[in-house]
């Protein structure tokens, strides 16, 4: 199945330390996704290795370098690195996170969250309309995991996103793990949150699983997004209704620890595929019977 069919492709994120698992496994997936800055920063080796995936499998371009967030202008030579590898890997679309990771002359080393306010979107969709001017491709922001609000935050996450999406035409890369940890955490429905997604938005979905941090200083136990552990089904129920409202290319599981559990890898795999089957079985059922009733 190729990026863009009529079901979402299902794949997991190119992690390096099990590429050979990967490459054993390659049946067992769609597409893959590629994070761009292993394409940049790290070894000869590694970069054949990811390039020599290219007509193999489809693969998705996924970014941690750009640093949206951070008050300075983007980084044009990284851009233009990045479009070169987007390009090389045949990738449909390129996503990055709507986040900072530095301030100017310091990494933060940690997806960190952005004031949900006028001003702040209006710097961030003119740096999403340079990075559309740079990469040659459709360009998709990521929602994050957050343990903190800006108290000067003026929107909801969706709201935020909407508006950004709407004034560039820019796509969303649905974490869906990420609003399962959000809700649970901040304490909002994640189902609203779905809802209030503009229609098409969704062209990108990532699954994870992770832990729960248990401790004297915080009030309640805190989800973590790891990406360690099994997809919890809470977050496949929301991947699911997702499915009924949106349609993705491609859905991602990330898995970031733990990598030599494949075959808790595989099962997922194959429970977001049931996931898919049963969406898509529903959405049949139902064109049927609107159908029966016109
Ligand atoms: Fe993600």
Known sequence: MAIGGAAPAVGIGYRAAIDRWTRESLHCFDALEITVDHCLASSRTLRSAIFDLVGRIPLTAHGVGLSLGTDAPLDLAYLDRVAGVVERLRAPAYSEHLAFTRVPGRETAALLPLPKTEEVAESIIAKVRTVQSRVPVPFLLENIT????????????????????????????????????????????????????????????????????RDESLAKPLLADSHSHPVPDAALDLLEYTLARQTPSVIILERDDRLEAGDEILDDVARIRARVAAAQSKDTHGEALVGAAG
């Not at 949150?193 to 938005?201: E, H, Q, V, Y």
């Open 146 to 213: 957050y343990v903190f609000e800006w108290p000067d935050s003026k929107m909801s996450d969706a709201e935020f996103l909407n508006l950004i999406c709407q004034e560039t035409g820019a796509g969303l890369l649905l974490d869906v793990e990420n609003v399962y940890l959000n809700a649970t955490n901040h304490g909002f429905d994640p189902y609203a949150f779905i809802d209030a997604l503009r229609p098409g938005l969704v062209k990108e979905v990532h699954m994870a699983g992770g832990v729960t941090i």
